[in-house]
């Protein structure tokens, strides 16, 4: 079978690292190809027999007129390229790419699985949220991450629950250090400010709080810290080798206001962190479930606080909580699991397509 993926770019982000793990990994049974719309090296290195493919059709706009422009000019070269590659599927990842690839592969007369990244109702452009109205029922199916995050598409008739595949966690065998972990995007909706506050309200002295990303909010936490004068407070900047760390830090925090898959949760759980989370849409509730770690009200810093406070100060319940979180990561976030998901969905969709492949 010859799958073609399509993205807009393969960046340091979560939707991305997952294309290159996917792509990876049914390369060794099928023929694979990823497109992207960037013209860049990837940041998570592609294995041989992925065939790599850089459009370069990727400009900034402004205005109606200029946008329609653009689009119409990305969907003729994405039709061109699936024409040129004549997959037997099309799976596309991200909004916008999405709504590209849909209509692309429908004159191409391809099908085509779409792969939402981002929860429903925190898509933020209206004319993006109007797109995704219109064009997503011509897609063939539709893959989200979360139980929760598909209750949000009643009007699409194919949409498949797929978490996001675990990349085989690197954890070096070290001893724990007395870190609490913040990974993802210094943006807002990672909410770093709340953890920033929280783990000074713990009054954590001989503990550090590092964070690892970088993102437009870096010069504004790191004025949040100063004024706070938390010096065991570091903002890290971008880890490629992000899982030395999970393996030395004893607690993972993440306080998103909403996820569409947390990836880095995710990550800290295979690696045996005891770990604390929001309680934001969506994921953290399905993945830290059963006692799997601490859960949080939303924008709860005072609770935050607590809870950090408490697992700093219980090494017994930190061990149990990452015990299970590692064995539940492992078992049911495997790459092989993952994949054979995908592979029954494309199977259903190549089974029930009516398009001429």
Known sequence: MKILF???????????????????????SHEVAVATFWNEEPFYPLAKDVDYIRLDIMRQTRGFFQKARYFAKRVRSVRRLIEEQNPDIVISFLTETNIITTVAAKLAKKPVIISERIAHGFLQLRYLRIARRLVYPLADALVTQTQGDRQNY??????????????????????????VLGVGRLEEQKGFADLIQAFVRAKLADWRLHIAGEGSQKD???????????????????????????????????????????????????????????????????????????????????????????????????????????KYAIEEFAIEKIAKKWEEAIQNVLESSTCVV
């Not at 393969?10 to 990876?24: F, I, K, P």
């Not at 606080?305 to 090494?315: V, Y």
């Not at 930190?318 to 299970?324: D, V």
């Open 6 to 28: 399509v993205i807009a770019t393969l960046d340091s982000g979560g939707a991305e690292r997952v294309v290159t793990h996917l792509a990876n990994f049914m390369s060794q």
């Open 154 to 179: 009643p009007y699409l008739r194919n949409v498949f629950v797929i978490p996001n595949p675990l990349a085989l966690p690197h954890c070096p065998q070290t001893k724990r250090e007395k870190i």
């Open 220 to 326: 504004e936490l790191e004025k949040l810290i100063e004024s706070l004068g938390a010096t065991n407070v570091e903002l890290i900047g971008r880890q490629k080798d992000i899982f030395t760390w999970y393996a030395r830090a004893s607690i993972f925090a993440m306080t998103s206001r909403y996820e569409g898959f947390p990836n880095a949760l995710l990550e800290a759980m295979a690696c045996g962190c005891a770990c604390v989370s929001y309680d934001c849409p969506y994921g953290p509730a399905e993945l830290l479930g059963d006692d799997r770690g601490i859960l949080v009200p939303l924008r709860d810093v005072k609770a935050l606080g607590e809870a950090l406070g408490g697992l700093a100060k219980d090494a017994k319940l930190r061990e149990t909580l990452g015990t299970k979180a590692q």
